[in-house]
């Protein structure tokens, strides 16, 4: 078959443009956050329970700022998704009771897709993504005296939760975004 140069040239404009489109939706604006800054995007809404005082304390590496996820792990979506700025501690409190794991990415100079539909974000500098083994269990046990509440820390410069190292998996941006 033949073709036209004309409408060879047209096909190949065509298809320029839906790739600059395309590239231009993926492109990162950079993106100022304070410790503790919910993230919002369109589509999530942190799950909160009031009523159970718990928390998970973390503290970000001296040298590198913080997001972290805190996954359902009974249904794999993210209930939490919070900014720590470098050496600095945050409180992700009032967790529904359940088990969760956390997502966390480190590196210098946060940014988001132009598409925040699904939280979607990265390092523009030095980005480590990493998945946490550990199972955070946030239920509530009745105890002889009482109700044991469930408190955990972590720390990101050692990765130790309560003293006891966790063991972490590197998992690549867009896995971290899931």
């Known amino acids: 078959m033949k073709t036209l140069p004309g409408s060879f040239l047209a096909i190949a404009l065509l298809f320029s443009m839906a790739t600059t489109v395309n590239a231009q939706a ?69 967790i529904p009771e359940g088990k969760y794991y956390v997502k966390v990415g480190l590196g210098k100079d946060w940014a988001f897709s132009d598409s925040t539909a699904h939280c979607e974000g990265g390092f523009r500098l030095n980005p480590i993504y990493k998945k946490l083994t550990k199972t955070f269990d946030f239920e509530m046990k009745q105890k002889r005296k009482g109700t044991s509440i469930p408190i955990y820390e972590l ?9 006891k190292e966790v063991k972490e998996v590197l998992i690549s941006e867009k896995e971290f975004n899931k």
């Open 26 to 94: 993926k492109k990162k604006i950079p993106k100022v956050l304070k410790t503790g800054e919910t993230i919002q995007c369109e589509g999530f809404e942190p799950q909160t329970d009031n009523g159970v005082p718990n928390y998970l304390r973390i503290r970000a590496s001296r040298n590198t700022d913080a997001v972290i996820r805190l996954i359902d792990a009974a249904t794999g979506k993210c209930i939490r998704y919070a900014f720590i700025n470098q050496g600095e501690f945050y409180d992700i409190k009032n």
């Open 155 to 163: 720390d990101l410069d050692m990765t130790v939760s309560k003293g």
